[in-house]
Every structure is written in C-alpha cells, then in structure tokens.
C-alpha cells in the first residue's frame, strides 16, 4: 500500500481533545485513552480525510526541525500504527 497518496481521518469511534499541544484520544466504547506527543498530535489534528499523508509529511517538514526523509518515515509509522490500532481511518 502506497501510504502517501492515503488520506488519513479520525476513527469515528474516537473523541479528542488537544490540551496543551497534546491530544488526548479516547476510545470510549474500550475505556481506553491515549496521549500523543506534540509532532503526533500535530499529525492526528492535520488527519481530516481531505490531507494525504504525503501533505500531512510536507507540513511537518515545515514545522518541525527534521529532514524531508524523517518525517515521511516517521509520519508514515505514525499513521500506520494509529490504524492499526483502530484510532484513525484512511480511504487506501
């Protein structure tokens, strides 16, 4: 699967909040809760379903004091485990 061209969004099954640059990312239906960083926070806000993951990397190269490789391989990760763990969706 071509990550890059994915457009990540928010499983509908979660609620967040960011509270002092950190989301804060409830599964209600398990009782569960998760805190993200500031650069995953910043990922989980910039995943609206309108974004590809590839414009999502460009941002956080923009942002964030880390190279153009760094952050596709991070933002890229990122994305995948949030799926994989049933926190974000993608149209891929």
Do not use: C
């Not at 909040?17 to 806000?45: C, M, Y």
Request: proline share 3%; charged share 30%; aromatic share 6%.
């Amino acid at each position: 699967m071509n990550w890059l061209d994915a457009k990540p969004n928010k499983h509908p099954r979660t609620a967040s909040r960011l509270v002092d640059d950190q989301a804060v990312v409830v599964l209600p239906e398990e009782n569960k809760v998760q805190v993200l960083n500031a650069v995953g926070s910043r990922v989980w806000e910039l995943a609206d379903g309108a974004r590809t993951v590839q414009a999502i990397v460009q941002t956080i190269y923009e942002e964030y004091d880390v190279s153009r490789e760094q952050a596709e391989k991070e933002v890229t990760e990122f994305v995948t485990e949030m799926v994989e763990r049933d926190l974000m969706t993608t149209d891929a």
